[in-house]
């Protein structure tokens, strides 16, 4: 389960880039044109930093990198 500030869910509709923070400290950017991807907020372990409503950016560091 994510750990999120308030247990707001994520608008995934907001959404223009995932950055998805490797372990070591490298990170994989995706432009989102819409669609969900594979990428299901609700399912996947570890943390986000949903910053969607000032820039489209959402951040989700993996359980044990976050």
């Given at each position: 389960?994510?750990?999120?500030?308030f247990n707001q869910p994520v608008d995934m509709s907001k959404v223009s880039t995932l950055v998805y923070h490797?372990?070591?400290g490298p990170a994989v950017s995706v432009q989102v044109d819409g669609n969900?991807?594979?990428?299901?907020?609700?399912?996947?372990?570890?943390d986000i930093c949903d910053t969607t409503?000032?820039?489209?950016?959402?951040?989700?560091?993996?359980?044990g990198n976050a």
């Open positions: 389960m994510l750990t999120r500030l490797l372990p070591d969900e991807l594979l990428f299901d907020p609700d399912m996947e372990l570890g409503d000032i820039d489209g950016v959402l951040h989700f560091f993996p359980k």
